[in-house]
């Protein structure tokens, strides 16, 4: 109704995914960059995790519509609570192969028939895995073996795993998924937009659907509608909805804050209301990606040069980590040496001045001892401090227009 009030093209604010309406805010540009560099490696698992709405099946419908089919072969798979024997046929059916008997044998013989066949063909396999947390433990372990099939030295499939903010918490916790966390090449988590991106959000999308300024919107719209929803995508798209209709009911080419605050008051009645996010977002961890995989990529596929140059940020504070790590290796060898050569004098027959020379041996071992701790403790907060400017300059980086190129 309101599209042809305003003379719109299209729904511009609908909430199934379209990437004909992606918006690249800057969490979505930080996204964006580790999928990219992910999938340039060809194998292993990437792991985009974010709060329900955040826009991770919109950000992927974006990436795939990038991707040559000639080259990469993706299937989509939306879970329900699965097990482990189910989502072998599950992914069987999303890569379209039929599997002649009911058992996971002949399922699994299949997928790798059909990942060989695509491999000689020139073609990569992926595997999207949408709703992650609702999968099994067993079913996540299936994914991990299909992981597993090769041709020569060359991985046949590629997994992606979306998920909500607990299935990140799954996958870092359980002493279960230890394997599949060290198959994880680069993992993100989509936060929420930011205050100053809600308006150009809005304009995007209504730009896209032929907006040509009809209606208009009062700055204080912006501001209450992300204290209003979080600043996440889809509660947004559901509260301008109602206020586009309500603009349309009432002829208004003008969007004001009174109008807003009509639309969130009776959402409000209708139990309609999505719930704000917190403002206070959980702090997430971030995997560094492996400077050393940096250098090649399988089937010269490229990947953002942010990504290289987060890389070659995480190259320096690697390699910082590693002198860390042998100055306290040299430490407590020498600390070492300072208590076997107590052991020996004390075990030696007495002698003069011995005693005296242990009790000179026992305070430089508790001096070294003491130097370690205070070492380390100072090398830890270097650590904290390498990460944290890593972190920055990954958004420094991040934050450029570069081409984004994926295989």
Known sequence: ?????????????????????????????????????????????????????????TLVAYLMATIDPQRLTAANVVTSALDGEEIVHVVAQSFGIPVAGHDKASALGALEAFFHDEARAGRRCLLIVDEAQNLSISALEELRMLSNFQLGSHPLLQTLLLGQPEFRQTLLESEQLEQLRQRVIATHHLGAMQPG???????????????????????????DLHEATGGIPRRINQIVNRLLLLGAVDQRENIDAAMLSQVLDEMSDDGALPASASQEQASVRRDTIPAAEIASSPGGASFPADAIGAAAVAELVEAALADRDA???????????????????????????ADEAIAELRDELAKATMQAARLETRLAEQERTLRHTLTMLIEWIESGDGQRNVA
């Open 327 to 353: 100055r306290i290796g040299e430490l407590q060898s020498a600390i070492l040496e300072l208590a076997a050569s107590v052991q020996t004098r004390e075990e030696a027959p007495a002698a003069s001045g």
């Open 1 to 57: 109704m309101f599209d042809d009030f305003y003379g719109l093209d299209a729904r511009p604010f609908q909430l199934t995914p379209d990437p004909a309406f992606y918006f690249e805010s800057l969490t979505h540009r930080k996204a964006l960059s580790y999928l990219g560099y992910g999938l340039a490696q060809g194998e292993g698992f990437v792991v985009i995790t974010g709060e329900v709405g955040a826009g991770k099946s």
């Open 197 to 223: 991106e809600i308006q150009p959000y809005i304009e995007h999308r209504l730009a896209c659907a032929g907006w040509k300024g009809n209606p208009s919107f009062d700055p204080a719209v912006f501001v």
